[in-house]
């Protein structure tokens, strides 16, 4: 339906250009064989009909048709005899081919060789071999190794703390254990003080009793060594505190006698500065004065 549709808007919209639809309406109405122009097209004769009425403005041109001959077989479109066929020997062309690559790749690999043996001999690659370090001050390799410092303190304690994390949840771990074992083993105890209990509750109490003995053992000597451990940590804390004091002291020592250095150099400076200033001052007076005598013997 729609194609149908679409070919009667497409034959209204060509009579409207071709500027002969009221002139054929009247002349069918007029004669009584009036035809809707939306009516279908399919009882007309097919085939092509020559219209020598002016068409309508901006209408695309014909394209022309391509000529027969056109391609090598000599038809319109292309065909697989329209193709290149491969001629001459195909293992002599390959192999003179091959020989060419490896020529190239053999002149290639001699070039690189002999431009690493010039390099080697030359001594050009000391350039990348042996890199020059950067002429840092003293002022600022201290502050390097004093970064550095810092850099290993924080993974020391990142370290500690993650093993105290580790000790701390063990040990809550058990103590949970132990709570829970006590419990049961103080339920087993009222049974047994009530109604009695069996061999196997009997073994179960005993097991329990055992384990928290083991276990308060274990708490005693875990909480001996952490304030041990607390200790050691403390008197090296106080250690690395007393040693990073005596650096500072050493380094305000450096400091001061740095610049006190510089303050004599500076001193010695401004002395023969003064000095040169003096000797250019007086040899100005003895040239004035040379200029002088120069003047009253041209006068006299």
Known sequence: MSRILFAATARFVR??????????MTQRISTGKFKSPFASNRSQPKGPQASTAPKCPGAQAEVPKLKPGYFP????????SDLPQP???????WNAKNSKYNMVLLSGVVALCGAIALSVTTGLLNLYWAIPEYPYNP??????????????????????????????????????????????EKELMEKDMDEGISDAEMEELQRLG???EEF???????????????????????????????????RE??????????????????????????????????????AEKAKKAQRA
């Open 15 to 24: 009579n409207i250009c071709n500027g002969e639809m009221f002139h054929n």
């Open 73 to 80: 077989s000599g038809g319109m479109h292309a065909v697989f």
């Open 87 to 93: 001629e001459g020997d195909f293992f002599k062309a």
């Open 139 to 184: 002022d600022e390799m201290e502050d390097f190794a004093a970064e550095e410092e810092r850099r290993q303190q924080e993974k020391e304690e990142r370290e500690q703390r993650h093993q105290d994390r580790v000790e701390a949840k063990e040990l809550s771990e058990r103590r949970r254990a132990a709570r829970d074992n006590m419990a049961r």
């Open 210 to 212: 055992q384990e928290r």
């Open 216 to 250: 308060n053992k274990w708490e005693t000597e875990e909480m001996k060594r952490i304030e041990e451990k607390e200790k050691e940590r403390e008197k090296i804390r106080k250690e690395k505190d007393k040693i990073r004091a005596e650096k500072e002291k050493e």
């Open 253 to 290: 020592k450096k400091e001061q006698e740095r610049d006190k250095q510089l303050e004599k150099e500076e001193k010695e400076r401004e002395k023969q500065r003064e000095k040169a200033r003096k000797e250019r001052e007086k040899q100005r007076k003895e040239e004035e004065r040379e």
